[in-house]
């Protein structure tokens, strides 16, 4: 057997740990979408209701600049629901690389695990081999850190530059 059945329970642990992790950040990005879209759609029904009724006392010129008004702060409602989104997103998307780098670490502990149970029965002429397989995990594990580090970066300045371009005006300059 390569593996103690006490290490296949553990690995399975820690797998199905690894899933709930990651099952829970998809609820939790769920509700937070569902909230920012639902405040989103109350504050712009009510918005339009006001100006709905506003609507029969102005005078036409009034009338068309308020219904500008209207469509631009609907614009950017939606606008800043899209950034929230996208940041929600960016959230998740950085979930499942943990996940996916924590599954491959358990994954190469397991294989760690039976590399070593062979190595108690092997004869020496087997040990380079078994100490190449052992240090092409760990080469591998570092790369899959790196590139998962790599990532999570690539995901965070995005959403930063997706922030500072929400809060800019036109003409480049901050909003105030």
């Not at 709930?20 to 937070?32: H, V």
């Not at 909230?35 to 759609?41: E, K, R, Y």
């Not at 358990?106 to 108690?120: L, Y």
């Not at 081999?129 to 580090?149: C, H, I, P, V």
Request: proline content about 3%; aromatic content about 2%.
């Amino acid at each position: 057997m390569l593996l103690s059945a006490q290490e296949i329970s553990l690995a399975r642990e820690r797998l199905l740990n690894t899933q709930l992790a990651l099952s829970l950040a998809c609820i939790e990005s769920a509700r937070q979408l569902t909230l920012a879209a639902a405040a989103a759609g109350r504050a712009g029904l009510q918005q339009g209701g006001e100006h709905c009724a506003r609507l029969p006392v102005l005078a036409p010129e009034q009338a068309a600049q308020r219904s500008a008004a209207l469509v631009l702060d609907q614009a950017a409602r939606a606008g800043r629901l899209f950034r929230e989104a996208v940041l929600v997103v960016g959230e998740m998307q950085k979930t499942v690389i943990r996940c996916s780098e924590m599954q491959a670490r358990i994954f190469d502990a397991m294989a760690v695990a039976a590399i070593e149970r062979i190595r108690k029965t092997s004869p020496w002429e087997a040990e380079p081999t078994l100490d190449a397989w052992t240090e092409s995990l760990a080469t591998t594990e570092r790369a899959l850190r790196e590139l998962s580090g790599t990532a999570i970066e690539t995901i965070e300045r995005l959403g930063n530059g997706i922030s500072d371009a929400s809060y800019a005006r036109p003409g480049g300059l901050p909003s105030a």
